[in-house]
Every structure is written in structure tokens, then in C-alpha cells.
């Protein structure tokens, strides 16, 4: 009998033992799992980061070549003090425009050439002045809320590198063509108001609706380089044109933007790299004001992105864009 209770006692304690063996293993294995999946996701988004910046290495490499071609030490020096002397209080204007500019860019997604230019305007600045400086100053206002927008996780890695390629080239394409016909731009500014306040008012529609369904965003490829020929054409529109009508189909306004904002530095430094090439670049006062104010604001435009609510984001869009779409087409 005691034998059999013995048995009975080591028998229990051995399944016992057992049962502790197995917990301790599910334990390991579940505090083992998280780590694993933190780990994953850290290098899918190195990964991407990686990509960007591989991206972005070559851009400014090329751009600092370009630079050092067109305007040798000895040049570039010349033009450096001739610009010490010329700089007075009027470049704090231009800090502002660009501020404010970059701003509603980076908060929104758009209208960063049409502020600045209409600021730059209404302070005297003439329209060519205005054009020319605020196409140099995106280079370095787009690449710093890019970047921001980066840091800030608002960059859709897939949607950025559909809208790269054909962005750059329709931004080529709209700088030579601009650049031979200086006509054509006052017909398709109409016509791109038009487009953009019918997408306005579809934003507007959108975001008061209750119940929001995604839609399949197809044919990027055609939509950015449409977008990219424009912006060059018509001094303006990647933003208005693009990011519009991905938020009007249903994509995520936080992700739309970011990524939106980070292809538009490589567009804006393709149209600035042939405009340099076929027309030259002047007005370096301006530029720099415009390029100072709007690196100042683009971490704040990054972070309001991040943080204003998804449907306040497509109301505001919907009302900048009926807005500045009928002060070109009205006023």
C-alpha cells in the first residue's frame, strides 16, 4: 500500500515537473516572440529609410557637380560677396513667405509655390522674380519637410516610389517645354484650376461623409507625371494635382502627404536643374530668405501632419485648394 502511494506521489510530482518543464518553454518562446517582431519591424523601417536615403545621396551629389560646373570656386566666390553686400533688411520678408508658405506645404500637402509666390507679390516682388526664386527655394524647403516627414513615420514607402520616377520626368519635360513655350502656360493654368477646384469640392464631400470607403488607387504612373509636367509648366501643381487626387480616392491624408512632400524635393530638383541649365538663375536674395523660412517651419508643418486629426486635414485640404483654384481662375 505504501509502495503504491509512493508511486502515486513520484508519479504526480514527475508530471508535475513536467507541466513546469513545458510552462518555462511557452514562456521563452512568447517573451522571445516580441523582441522578434520589434526586431522585424525595425528593419523593415531601416530598410526603407535606407532606400530614401540611397535615393537622396546621388540627388545631391549630382546637384553639387552640377553646381560646381556651372559656378567654378572662383565664380561662386564672386557671386558669394557680391551677395554679403546686397542682403538688407528686406530678406526677413522673404523668411516670412517662406515660413508661412512651407507651413501650409507641410501641414497639408500643397500650395507651397502659389503662397509664396502671392506673398513674394504682394510685397512688389515682380512675377518673374517670384517664379524663378520660389522653384530654386523648393529644392531645400521640400527636402527638409521630406525628411521631417521621414522622421515623423508619415511616408508610405511603396506610394513614394510610384509617384519618383514619373514625377521626375513630366518635371523635365514642363521645364523644357516651359522654357520654348512661354504661351502654353496661360492655357493650362485655367484648365488646372478647373481640375483642382472640382477636387476640392470631392475632398469637401468626402470628409463630411459618414461612411468612407477606400477605393484601389490605380494609374500612378500617368497621375504624377501629370502632376510633375505641370508643376514645371504652370509654376505649381505637384501638390494641388497629386495629393489631391490620391486624398479624393480614398488614401490616407497623413501618408498621402508625407509622401507626397518627400517625392516632391527630387521633382523640384529635376525642374530646378534644367531651368539652371536652359535659362540661368538669378535673385539669390530672395532664395535664400525663402529657403531659411521655410526650413525653420518644415518640422512644425511635419508634426501638425502627424498630429491634426484625418478629417480636419480633408477639410482643410478641400478649402485651400476651391480657394486658391478660383483666385486663378476669377482673380
Not at 506645404?105 to 504682394?122: H, I, N, R
Not at 508610405?156 to 517645354?177: D, M, Q
Request: aromatic share 10%; charged share 10%; with cysteine.
Amino acid at each position: 500500500m505504501e509502495e503504491k502511494i509512493d508511486q502515486a506521489e513520484h508519479t504526480s510530482q514527475r508530471h508535475l515537473h513536467l507541466n513546469q518543464t513545458a510552462i518555462k518553454k511557452t514562456t521563452r518562446l512568447n517573451a522571445g516572440a516580441v523582441p522578434h517582431t520589434g526586431n522585424a519591424k525595425k528593419v523593415s523601417i531601416s530598410r526603407q529609410r535606407i532606400w530614401i536615403y540611397s535615393l537622396s545621396v546621388p540627388a545631391l551629389l549630382l546637384c553639387g557637380y552640377l553646381l560646381c560646373y556651372f559656378l567654378p570656386p572662383g565664380i561662386l566666390g564672386g557671386h558669394a560677396y557680391r551677395f554679403a553686400q546686397s542682403v538688407d533688411s528686406s530678406i526677413f520678408i522673404y523668411m516670412l513667405a517662406g515660413f508661412v508658405a512651407q507651413l501650409i506645404d507641410g501641414a497639408l500637402g500643397m500650395a507651397y509655390g502659389v503662397t509664396a509666390t502671392t506673398f513674394l507679390l504682394s510685397f512688389g516682388i515682380s512675377p518673374a522674380a517670384s517664379s524663378a526664386s520660389v522653384h530654386a527655394s523648393e529644392v531645400f524647403t521640400s527636402g527638409a519637410s521630406g525628411l521631417m516627414h521621414l522622421k515623423f513615420g508619415n511616408v508610405n514607402a511603396k506610394l513614394f516610389k510610384s509617384l519618383l520616377i514619373p514625377g521626375v520626368i513630366g518635371a523635365i519635360l514642363g521645364a523644357y517645354i516651359i522654357s520654348y513655350f512661354e504661351h502654353y502656360n496661360d492655357i493650362v493654368k485655367p484648365l488646372v484650376s478647373l481640375y483642382t477646384l472640382v477636387l476640392g469640392i470631392v475632398i469637401l464631400a468626402k470628409a463630411l461623409r459618414k461612411n468612407k470607403l477606400r477605393k484601389k488607387i490605380k494609374h500612378l504612373f500617368p497621375l504624377a507625371l501629370f502632376g510633375g509636367f505641370l508643376d514645371s509648366v504652370g509654376g505649381g501643381g505637384w501638390g494641388p494635382i497629386v495629393s489631391s487626387t490620391l486624398i479624393a480616392r480614398g488614401r490616407n491624408p497623413r501618408y498621402t502627404i508625407g509622401s507626397v512632400n518627400l517625392a516632391e524635393f527630387f521633382v523640384a530638383l529635376s525642374s530646378s536643374l534644367a531651368f539652371v541649365s536652359l535659362i540661368g538663375l538669378t535673385h539669390w536674395t530672395i532664395i535664400t530668405g525663402l529657403i531659411i523660412g521655410g526650413v525653420i517651419a518644415a518640422p512644425i508643418g511635419a508634426y501638425l501632419a502627424n498630429k491634426i486629426p484625418v478629417k480636419t486635414i480633408m477639410i482643410l485640404i478641400g478649402l485651400v485648394v476651391i480657394i486658391l483654384s478660383m483666385k486663378r481662375l476669377f482673380f
